[in-house]
């Protein structure tokens, strides 16, 4: 494990429970519902990468998919375990995914956490876990920079990305983009402080 992602994972760890308090109410049903318009059956079998305590999870699940959460840090998994969905521990430089798999990923606010010259691996490496016309949906943390976030209890890594800099490499990865925007809604532009992809797994040759 790269040593940026043991210092990440450790934060995490730390905080988990104050990280779910302040985390579980926190709407992103427009993020969810982007992958579900996408997705090539619905319901369908969705990986909820980075699912953190779970609160994603379990809305699919209550939409009726067969929803699967990977996260890193052993809290995360246990807690997000309780919703009665499978959960792998893994982290997103060494995935471990099975092939043609998925109909949808939701990566909501975890891939932010890939620097940004492993950027590109990893999304050919969850391409490859999709069906064809398997849908991904980014949401990203809006900025230039990448290095670690002091907080009060560790460090977390993070990359952030504008549109222009992420799209190129979702597209190298083998995916079309099919929509972006920014959130929160109903800010200017340059107060939203996250970019979103919607990107799909075209058939061979389209």
């Known amino acids: 494990m790269e040593s940026h992602e043991n210092i990440t994972i450790a934060e995490y760890q730390a905080t988990a429970n104050s990280f779910r308090e302040g985390t579980w109410d926190h709407d992103v049903s427009q993020n969810r519902q982007a992958l579900v318009k996408w997705i090539p059956h619905n319901p369908g079998r969705i990986l909820d990468l980075g699912c953190g305590p779970g609160r994603d999870l379990l809305a699919f699940k209550s939409q009726g998919h067969e929803a699967i959460g990977l996260d890193a840090t052993p809290a995360f998994v246990e807690m997000a375990q309780q919703t009665g969905c499978e959960v792998w521990q893994q982290t ?6 099975p092939d043609g798999f998925f109909d949808g990923i939701f990566a909501n606010a975890s891939l932010l956490h890939v620097p940004q010259a492993s950027m590109e691996s990893v999304l050919k490496n969850l391409w490859q876990s999709l ?4 849908v991904i949906v980014l949401s990203m943390a809006r900025g230039n920079q990448e290095g670690f976030v002091n907080r009060p209890s560790g460090q977390r890594f993070v990359s952030y990305w504008q549109y222009e800099t992420l799209a190129p490499l979702v597209q190298a990865a083998g995916f079309t983009v099919v929509d972006h925007y920014y959130r929160p809604p109903g800010l200017p532009q340059d107060q939203q402080s996250w970019v979103v992809i919607v990107a799909v797994k075209p058939q061979a040759g389209g």
Do not use: A, M, Q
């Not at 997103?92 to 995914?97: A, E, G, K, T, V």
């Not at 069906?131 to 398997?134: F, I, K, L």
């Open 131 to 134: 069906v064809v016309e398997g």
């Open 92 to 97: 997103f430089l060494d995935l471990d995914l």
